[in-house]
């Protein structure tokens, strides 16, 4: 019975999530700069947002108090319904940073294609556990919001970090920039500015906190 169910919910989120981003204006303009090659990481960290925006929508529309038994997220149905979900996200947003990568790399006359990073199964597994161990699953919607959107964000993140880490690995001098968002936390002020990238460098860089909106990007173009 719960099977059918996580697939009934599965199917619908899918079914509207679809329908969203094939329509959307915005993925179009975005997919576009892909193609004449005017992209930039800021389209990157847009993508992921927009992404995160439709699966959210498909998932409070569909994913509900009356569709859950009892109301509740068991464990494997969010197992059997968000893991699915989030490595469709993740296909798609380090898709799209990848690409932006590779028109990076054309830009830098680097002659190597761009490069994504594996998907954060122990993170996926994480959101899982978190929102199954509510008994009302309607009261952390928004909570699993902002954690989707936290996820297809650090998504971008790591295919950036995996980027670096790849062109460091051939002799290529990669500088990362964490930008503050505009009202940001004071820790994440305190990580703005620029830093060299070594494989031993502290990661922390590279984190985000929920509802952050901090980005990160590289510039290269030079041999060490």
């Known amino acids: 019975m719960n099977d059918d169910v996580s697939q009934k919910i ?72 968000l893991t699915p979900l989030l490595k469709n996200n993740h296909a798609l947003v380090t898709s799209y940073a990848k690409s932006v990568q590779e028109i990076l790399n054309i830009k830098d006359d680097i002659p190597f294609k761009g490069v994504t990073a594996k998907v954060n199964t122990d993170r996926i597994e994480g959101i899982c556990s978190e929102f199954s161990r509510a008994d009302k699953f309607e009261e952390t919607q928004q909570e699993l919001a902002d954690s989707i959107e936290n996820y297809s964000l650090s998504s971008v993140d790591d295919t950036i970090k995996e980027n670096a880490r790849f062109l460091n690995s051939l002799g290529y001098h990669e500088v990362v920039e964490r930008r503050a968002e505009s009202g940001a936390c004071k820790w994440c002020r305190s990580l703005g500015g620029t830093y060299d990238y070594s494989p031993s460098m502290d990661n922390t860089v590279f984190k985000r906190h929920k509802r952050c909106k901090c980005t990160i990007d590289v510039h290269r173009n030079k041999l060490i």
């Open 10 to 81: 599965l199917d619908a989120v899918i079914k509207d999530f679809e329908k969203k981003y094939s329509k959307s204006k915005a993925i179009e303009k975005l997919l576009k700069k892909i193609e004449t090659g005017n992209a930039s990481h800021m389209d990157s960290y847009s993508f992921a947002e927009k992404v995160s925006d439709f699966l959210n929508y498909a998932i409070k529309k569909n994913m509900t108090g009356e569709t859950l038994p009892n109301g509740k997220l068991y464990y494997h149905i969010a197992e059997s319904v």
